[in-house]
T-cell receptor, first 111, second 108 residues
Framework: DADVTQTPRNRITKTGKRIMLECSQTKGHDRMYWYRQDPGLGLRLIYYSFDVKDINKGEISDGYSVSRQAQAKFSLSLESAIPNQTALYFC??????????FGSGTRLTVV | KNEVEQSPQNLTAQEGEFITINCSYSVGISALHWLQQHPGGGIVSLFMLSSGKKKHGRLIATINIQEKHSSLHITASHPRDSAVYICAVRLNPDKLIFGTGTRLQVFP
């Protein structure tokens, strides 16, 4: 099994729908992150969490929310999806020595 | 101006060639990461550097803190090295800024 698992891998949804992307990890890392990747742009940070009950906004948090249900689980929600949220989304974890592990990504299309 | 600039944006090579990908940054950093993203999308961490040089197999990463520059070298390149290589710098306290990536294609 992958160290960082994202579900779903692909999702097509309609404008206005609520959607949740899920991330679970077996690394035992405290730090978890959600990034989005758009063509021609570097990955951008949406939210991050350094522990259960710790939630921090990243550079592009508007339109998104997160939940850290347990050390191993970090979910990203789009409350009302819009087309410009079409992107590739990555969950990542890191340890105290700044070693990162990324999930395989979720390709989200909002139509 | 982006805080992290990579060059070239695209690179093609013949199998066996020596490859160099460059990363320049404009801010003070605590560490620099090199990542590899395969066509399927998954991202793998290759190196994390704060000084000097690291080597893993055919991959070598160097960093010059004074010049704010890092290079990723691939020796004896192979078609399986074809991927997007991403440089990311770590700012204090806990933020990564990513470059836009260098797309490498190695032909047999």
């Amino acid at each position: 099994d992958a160290d960082v698992t994202q579900t779903p891998r692909n999702r097509i949804t309609k404008t206005g729908k609520r959607i949740m992307l899920e991330c679970s990890q077996t690394k035992g890392h405290d730090r978890m992150y959600w990034y989005r990747q758009d063509p021609g742009l570097g990955l951008r940070l949406i939210y991050y969490s350094f522990d259960v009950k710790d939630i921090n906004k990243g550079e592009i948090s508007d339109g998104y929310s997160v939940s850290r249900q347990a050390q191993a689980k970090f979910s990203l929600s789009l409350e009302s999806a819009i087309p410009n949220q079409t992107a590739l989304y990555f969950c990542a974890t890191s340890d105290h020595r700044d070693r990162y592990t990324f999930g395989s990504g979720t390709r989200l299309t909002v139509v | 101006k982006n805080e992290v600039e990579q060059s070239p944006q695209n690179l093609t090579a013949q199998e066996g060639e020596f490859i160099t990908i460059n990363c320049s940054y404009s801010v003070g950093i605590s560490a620099l990461h090199w990542l590899q993203q395969h066509p399927g999308g998954g991202i793998v961490s290759l190196f994390m550097l704060s000084s000097g040089k690291k080597k893993h197999g055919r991959l070598i990463a160097t960093i010059n803190i004074q010049e704010k520059h890092s290079s990723l070298h691939i020796t004896a390149s192979h078609p399986r090295d074809s991927a997007v290589y991403i440089c990311a710098v770590r700012l204090n306290p806990d933020k990564l800024i990513f470059g836009t990536g260098t797309r490498l294609q190695v032909f047999p």
